[in-house]
Nanobody, 124 residues
Framework: QLQLVESGGGLVQPGGSLRLSCRAS????????IGWFRQAPGKEREGVSC????????NYAGFVKGRFTISRDNAKNTVFLQMNSLKPEDTAVYYC?????????????????WGQGTQVTVSS
């Protein structure tokens, strides 16, 4: 059974760091594009980052470039999102997504499966 389980969210002060994990089961992460998306209260869902099956291509939304890093541990079948220099506007529920098809970019997923999400709150 396909499953994506996020962890690592929490409360952090502005300027702090968090590392999100997405443990996959029922499939192998290096066979699919895996993305991180987020949704803040009252806002639309937005793509944050994604990594290609080979791991050789990564994409980042402009608002996280230079601050967030996506990576993958094939042995653990887990994808990570290292988030540094966090800002209050990064507060959202973060979702891990297995992307099977997408439009012009991985931030426009078509056929996909989503985790339950993990809350990230950046506040002093």
């Amino acid at each position: 059974q396909l499953q994506l389980v996020e962890s690592g969210g929490g409360l952090v002060q502005p300027g702090g760091s968090l590392r999100l994990s997405c443990r996959a089961s029922g499939f192998t992460v290096n066979e699919y594009t895996i993305g991180w998306f987020r949704q803040a209260p009252g806002k639309e869902r937005e793509g944050v980052s994604c990594i290609s099956p080979s791991g050789g291509i990564t994409n980042y939304a402009g608002f996280v470039k230079g601050r967030f890093t996506i990576s993958r541990d094939n042995a653990k079948n887990t994808v990570f999102l290292q988030m540094n220099s966090l800002k209050p506007e990064d507060t959202a529920v973060y979702y891990c997504v297995q992307i099977r098809t997408y439009g012009s970019s991985c931030f426009q997923p078509g056929s996909s499966s989503w985790g339950q999400g993990t809350q990230v709150t950046v506040s002093s």
